[in-house]
């Protein structure tokens, strides 16, 4: 059973940084591209960031280009995104998700294209 479990959320002011972390069990980690996607209250979920098995190719989603950065740990099965600059606007609930394929297809960003789903930690940004 696939499980995918985040950590690091919390309530920041804005400019600040945060650091999620997401940690996989019953998969074979470093066979599975993993990404993050995030809801705020009545929007759709938004995908912000791929990350390809070796962790040498990311994408992001223009609105957080140059502020988050994803990275992975494969002898730790965890992916994470340092956040930093962040803003109001950045406010939601993020979840880590995982692919069954190794590498981050152009459809990435849609939520249908994951294959498993964290059950997401809260981020808050104040002004």
């Known amino acids: 059973q696939v499980q995918l479990m985040e950590s690091g959320g919390g309530s920041v002011q804005a400019g600040g940084s945060l650091r999620l972390s997401c940690t996989a069990s019953?998969?074979?980690?470093?066979?599975?591209?993993m990404g993050w996607f995030r809801q705020a209250p009545g929007k759709e979920r938004e995908g912000i960031s791929c990350l390809g098995w070796s962790g040498s190719v990311t994408h992001y989603v223009d609105s957080v280009k140059g502020r988050f950065t994803i990275s992975r740990d494969n002898a730790k099965n965890t992916v994470y995104l340092q956040m930093d600059s962040l803003k109001p606007e950045d406010t939601a609930m993020y979840y880590c998700?995982?692919?069954?394929?190794?590498?981050?297809?152009?459809?990435?960003?849609?939520?249908?294209?994951?294959?498993?789903w964290g059950q997401g930690t809260q981020v808050t940004v104040s002004s």
């Open positions: 019953g998969l074979a980690f470093d066979d599975y591209a």
């Open positions: 998700a995982a692919y069954e394929e190794s590498a981050c297809y152009v459809t990435w960003s849609d939520p249908p294209r994951v294959d498993h």
